[in-house]
């Protein structure tokens, strides 16, 4: 049993503690407020939105700070009650810093299997991306890197907490493109008290980077906010990521699991030069030919406000759906989306619309192969400005819109507004598969009840990937489908799992980026098929269809459209509007630059940025057709240049093999140079062989 002497004594020095305590969090207080009121203005000049967060910010359970005996601040987590840091943070933090750039983290992407382009493709691109990804394979298989550099292209942080490793992080390696995302707002509001965030904004500033803060973020909408920079700024910001995570927890752990198994899609397309010179030649040709151009608008017409549309795509489940289709064929507007036009014809089921996307010319030739040219006349087609020009004249009427992200929509644009003073139509999130397309097109004209069949975006069986009556399956057409290879599970529509490949898997993004935009907010979207589960899309079995008898003549329906959805459109001449001159100086320019003298990773890094910053400068201008024309290319070259650059700890072998890259980059500009001024007339000449 203790003596009154212990228990005066221990009591002594519970109060020395507590009064040290109130000591410490006195001088934490002294600090802390004037801390938060600069990051706040700081927050105010650069990050508005964050700013008016802060300002509102309010909780039902607000986190309690409280200060270490060394000073440092740290906090109970709501979720468990446990203690975010240690008994000393500093130290903790520091040794995970020094951990996590010892023992780096890095997503990288494989670009070796550029080489394995057909050596008969005599396309520019195909050509030079072959002899890339031959440079890429040469140089050798991956290494994990002994220590991060002291720059690096980019980084994803993942948790805040506190904020004390960001500023530590940041003194040693330089980053171009920083991320940082925490999904609780509440620990991002406890870290204005802790650290310098004004000094963390200034230090990118100074150093030319760029800044993502994801705050409040579910694993969701931080993907969908990565995929807009993507967009915005070009895929090289993420091609070679050093990944932080912070601390551990479920919201974070989906963070990192969402960017780990989605990377493909920030990846999965640039774009490239004779897919743009197509667009261009395709666009300047349809034009001339004058089109029937959507008029953006909503709702659709008073008269028709729910009146039912049904997109249909060539999925297994289409078979599922079939009876019913057929059943209420009469009561609703069919769209088709590409193949499944003749598997719905097999069917005895005529669709109102055939949607069409593709420019190559295959897609002409698979047309002709498929079906009898006079079997087109009675349908009538939806499709983009890049469509192959023959395809329109085999059909009775053509509506079409303006693809986004295209040098021949900029084009249209620039030629529609200067010569003309008129607007055009972009029709939103229409790629990567025609049934985006299809999707896209019943949105923007204004229906608010959208069915979709055969829109499986997956199955369940890679033998059974598309509709039984599928032309896919014909004898003598089987042979020339290769089909990609499944390489993500996705949630089912009705439960369980489907296999999916990467275009499926980003059709189904495309079409939840799509739904969930605030235009569309009051469109019933209906999943009907036992494909993928769309996200802002409800299942819905077949059986449980039902549509009004009562409805109006769908032939009134589609005539209305055609009258009121639609306006004729032609431009004679786009040649004006071009500016060739200006295409030879921004090759010139990027040619120079590839020309400076590199002597170190952080001076290749330098050239890039540069070169993109440049390029990127012409986009909202009267030359962003030329920004478009070489986007791809640009990002087709830099993303392997960056992964060189960072692929061994060899420094020496890591440049020399990027400095190979770039002299091929100088190549493939001087080639484009000499080849633009007759290319983007000529229609793309790449069939199907045996068509």
Same mark, same amino acid.
């Given at each position: 049993?203790?003596?009154?002497?212990q228990?005066?004594?221990?009591?002594?020095?519970?109060?020395?503690?507590?009064?040290?305590s109130?000591?410490?969090?006195?001088?934490?207080?002294?600090?802390a407020?004037?801390?938060?009121?600069?990051n706040l203005a700081?927050?105010?000049?650069?990050?508005?939105?964050?700013a008016?967060a802060?300002?509102q910010?309010?909780s039902?359970?607000?986190?309690?700070?409280?200060?270490?005996?060394?000073?440092?601040?740290?906090?109970?987590?709501?979720?468990n009650?446990a203690?975010?840091?240690?008994?000393?943070?500093g130290k903790?933090?520091?040794a995970?810093?020094?951990q996590?750039? @010892?023992?780096?983290?890095?997503?990288?992407?494989?670009?070796?299997?550029?080489?394995?382009?057909?050596?008969?493709?005599?396309?520019l691109h195909s050509?030079?991306?072959?002899? &890339?990804?031959?440079?890429?394979?040469e140089?050798?298989?991956?290494?994990?890197?002994?220590?991060?550099?002291?720059?690096?292209?980019?980084?994803?942080?993942?948790?805040?907490? &506190?904020?004390?490793?960001i500023? &530590?992080?940041?003194e040693?390696?330089?980053f171009?493109?920083?991320n940082i995302?925490?999904p609780?707002?509440?620990?991002?509001?406890?870290?204005?008290?802790?650290?310098?965030?004004a000094?963390?904004?200034d230090t990118?500033?100074? @150093?030319?980077?760029?800044?993502?803060l994801? $705050?409040?973020?579910?694993?969701?909408?931080?993907?969908?906010?990565?995929? @807009?920079?993507?967009?915005?700024?070009g895929?090289?910001?993420?091609?070679?990521?050093?990944?932080?995570? /912070?601390?551990p927890?479920?919201?974070?752990?989906?963070?990192?699991?969402?960017?780990?198994?989605?990377?493909?899609?920030?990846?999965?397309?640039?774009?490239?030069?004779?897919?743009?010179?197509?667009s261009?030649?395709h666009?300047?040709?349809?034009?001339?030919?004058?089109v029937?151009?959507?008029?953006?608008?909503q709702?659709?017409s008073?008269a028709y406000p729910?009146?039912p549309?049904?997109v249909?795509?060539?999925?297994?489940s289409?078979?599922?759906?079939a009876?019913?289709?057929?059943?209420?064929?009469?009561?609703?507007v069919?769209i088709?989306?590409?193949?499944?036009?003749?598997?719905?014809l097999?069917?005895?089921?005529?669709?109102?619309?055939?949607?069409?996307?593709?420019r190559?010319?295959?897609?002409?030739?698979?047309?002709?192969?498929?079906?009898?040219?006079?079997?087109y006349?009675?349908?009538?087609? &939806?499709?983009?400005?890049?469509?192959?020009?023959?395809v329109?004249?085999l059909?009775?009427?053509?509506?079409?819109?303006?693809?986004?992200?295209?040098?021949?929509?900029?084009?249209?644009?620039?030629?529609?507004?200067?010569?003309?003073?008129?607007? $055009?139509?972009?029709?939103?999130?229409?790629?990567?598969?025609?049934?985006?397309?299809a999707?896209s097109?019943?949105?923007h004209m204004?229906?608010?009840?959208?069915?979709?069949?055969?829109?499986d975006?997956?199955?369940?069986?890679?033998?059974?990937?598309?509709?039984k009556?599928?032309?896919?399956?014909?004898?003598?057409?089987?042979?020339k489908?290769?089909?990609?290879k499944?390489? /993500?599970?996705?949630p089912?529509?009705?439960?369980?799992?489907?296999?999916s490949?990467?275009l499926?898997?980003?059709?189904?993004?495309?079409?939840?980026?799509?739904l969930s935009?605030?235009?569309?907010?009051?469109?019933?979207?209906y999943?009907?098929?036992?494909?993928?589960?769309?996200?802002?899309a409800?299942p819905?079995?077949p059986?449980?269809?039902?549509?009004?008898?009562?409805?109006p003549n769908?032939?009134?329906?589609?005539?209305w459209i055609?009258q /009121?959805?639609?306006?004729?459109?032609?431009?004679d001449?786009m040649?004006?509007?071009?500016?060739?001159?200006?295409?030879? @100086?921004?090759?010139?320019?990027?040619?120079?630059?590839?020309?400076?003298?590199?002597?170190?990773a952080?001076?290749?890094?330098?050239?890039?940025?540069?070169q993109?910053?440049y390029l990127?400068s012409?986009r909202r201008?009267q030359?962003?057709?030329?920004?478009?024309?070489l986007?791809?290319?640009?990002?087709?070259?830099?993303?392997?240049?960056?992964?060189?650059?960072?692929?061994?700890?060899?420094?020496?072998?890591?440049?020399?093999?990027?400095?190979r890259a770039?002299?091929?980059?100088?190549d493939?500009?001087?080639?484009?140079?000499?080849?633009?001024?007759?290319?983007?007339?000529?229609k793309?000449?790449?069939?199907?062989?045996?068509?």
């Amino acid at each position: 049993m203790a003596t009154l002497e212990q228990l005066l004594n221990q009591a002594q020095q519970a109060l020395h503690q507590a009064q040290r305590s109130v000591e410490r969090e006195q001088a934490f207080a002294a600090e802390a407020e004037p801390r938060f009121e600069r990051n706040l203005a700081a927050f105010h000049q650069y990050f508005p939105d964050i700013a008016k967060a802060i300002e509102q910010y309010q909780s039902d359970t607000p986190l309690a700070l409280h200060v270490t005996e060394s000073g440092y601040a740290n906090v109970a987590l709501t979720a468990n009650g446990a203690p975010l840091y240690g008994l000393e943070p500093g130290k903790q933090i520091a040794a995970q810093v020094k951990q996590q750039l @010892q023992q780096p983290i890095i997503s990288h992407v494989d670009f070796s299997g550029f080489a394995k382009a057909p050596a008969d493709d005599h396309r520019l691109h195909s050509q030079f991306t072959r002899r &890339l990804g031959q440079i890429v394979d040469e140089a050798g298989r991956l290494e994990p890197l002994a220590q991060l550099p002291t720059r690096f292209p980019s980084a994803v942080i993942f948790g805040v907490g &506190l904020g004390y490793h960001i500023p &530590l992080l940041l003194e040693q390696v330089q980053f171009d493109y920083l991320n940082i995302v925490e999904p609780d707002f509440n620990l991002f509001y406890c870290s204005l008290f802790c650290i310098d965030w004004a000094a963390v904004i200034d230090t990118v500033n100074e @150093q030319n980077g760029c800044l993502f803060l994801h $705050i409040g973020s579910d694993y969701r909408q931080f993907f969908d906010d990565l995929w @807009q920079i993507s967009q915005d700024i070009g895929a090289f910001s993420l091609v070679k990521t050093f990944c932080y995570a /912070h601390y551990p927890s479920e919201d974070t752990q989906a963070l990192v699991t969402s960017f780990t198994q989605r990377m493909h899609e920030l990846h999965g397309g640039y774009g490239f030069y004779n897919d743009a010179t197509t667009s261009l030649a395709h666009t300047t040709l349809n034009l001339q030919h004058g089109v029937n151009m959507l008029v953006d608008q909503q709702p659709l017409s008073s008269a028709y406000p729910d009146y039912p549309v049904v997109v249909v795509g060539n999925g297994p489940s289409l078979d599922e759906a079939a009876e019913v289709l057929a059943e209420i064929q009469d009561q609703v507007v069919i769209i088709a989306a590409g193949s499944a036009l003749k598997t719905l014809l097999k069917m005895g089921i005529k669709p109102d619309f055939h949607c069409l996307v593709e420019r190559p010319k295959t897609t002409y030739d698979i047309l002709l192969q498929t079906m009898q040219p006079e079997d087109y006349k009675s349908i009538s087609l &939806l499709t983009l400005n890049v469509i192959y020009p023959d395809v329109i004249d085999l059909y009775d009427w053509v509506g079409m819109a303006a693809k986004p992200v295209e040098a021949g929509s900029e084009l249209w644009k620039i030629a529609s507004w200067l010569g003309a003073n008129q607007p $055009i139509t972009y029709l939103s999130s229409c790629n990567p598969m025609v049934s985006n397309t299809a999707l896209s097109f019943a949105l923007h004209m204004g229906f608010s009840q959208v069915y979709l069949m055969g829109v499986d975006n997956g199955y369940k069986d890679e033998a059974s990937q598309h509709a039984k009556s599928s032309f896919y399956y014909e004898k003598g057409l089987k042979d020339k489908f290769v089909q990609p290879k499944a390489r /993500h599970r996705l949630p089912g529509n009705f439960g369980g799992e489907v296999m999916s490949s990467d275009l499926l898997a980003m059709s189904c993004a495309q079409m939840k980026r799509l739904l969930s935009l605030q235009r569309f907010a009051k469109v019933d979207c209906y999943n009907v098929g036992s494909g993928a589960r769309i996200e802002g899309a409800k299942p819905l079995q077949p059986e449980m269809i039902l549509v009004d008898t009562r409805a109006p003549n769908k032939q009134q329906v589609v005539s209305w459209i055609k009258q /009121h959805s639609f306006t004729p459109r032609q431009i004679d001449d786009m040649k004006p509007y071009l500016q060739l001159s200006q295409f030879d @100086q921004i090759c010139e320019h990027l040619q120079a630059l590839c020309r400076e003298p590199v002597a170190d990773a952080e001076q290749a890094l330098e050239l890039m940025r540069r070169q993109s910053r440049y390029l990127y400068s012409h986009r909202r201008s009267q030359l962003s057709h030329l920004h478009y024309v070489l986007e791809g290319v640009l990002l087709y070259f830099q993303c392997p240049m960056m992964t060189l650059l960072y692929s061994f700890d060899d420094p020496q072998r890591c440049l020399q093999a990027f400095k190979r890259a770039l002299t091929l980059w100088d190549d493939y500009l001087q080639a484009m140079r000499e080849d633009f001024p007759q290319r983007w007339q000529m229609k793309c000449d790449w069939g199907w062989q045996g068509a």
